[in-house]
């Protein structure tokens, strides 16, 4: 059996358990996207050449994804949280920072993020629903 049959998944929950955070605080998750490429760069539109080929982009990166936010893994890796990207020029434009990782959960209707986060993580949080109009 691959690596891949064997991973069970998180039952489809967008959040982790404290545990699971926890456990991940120690170390990140291995990342598996099931998705396809798009045949151009979903940033600029353009196709890959051979210097800057297309690979998968996390929109929500797991450091802020998983560390900060307490995210599953499989949410990050989900149609959802992936755009394909150049390699050199476009990937990192994809990612969002913090606040606009924040601000897109609010977009798809995410209310609240798991009580076991910092204090800090929390006080961000409700100040970009203060920032936000209602959905």
């Known amino acids: 059996m691959s690596?891949?049959?064997?991973?069970?998944?998180?039952?489809g929950r967008m959040f982790l358990d404290e545990v699971e955070w926890r456990t991940y605080c120690k170390r990140k998750p291995v990342r598996y996207i099931r998705t396809l490429k798009a045949d151009v760069c979903q940033i600029c539109k353009q196709p890959?050449?051979?210097?800057?080929p297309?690979?998968?982009a996390h929109i929500i990166g797991f450091d802020i994804g998983v560390i900060e936010?307490?995210?599953?893994p499989d949410f990050l890796d989900s149609e959802k949280n992936?755009?394909?990207a150049h390699r050199r020029s476009c990937n990192k434009q994809s990612e969002l920072n913090l606040r606009r990782s924040m601000e897109r959960l609010r977009d798809i209707g995410v209310r609240e993020l798991p009580q076991y986060l910092p204090v800090a993580i929390?006080?961000?949080?409700d100040a970009t629903a203060k920032q936000s109009p209602p959905l």
Do not use: A, C, H, K
Request: no cysteine; glycine share 10%.
């Open 82 to 84: 992936i755009v394909t």
């Open 3 to 11: 690596r891949i049959q064997r991973t069970i998944g998180f039952g």
């Open 122 to 125: 929390q006080q961000v949080w």
């Open 48 to 52: 890959e050449s051979p210097e800057n």
């Open 54 to 56: 297309l690979q998968f």
């Open 69 to 72: 936010l307490g995210l599953t």
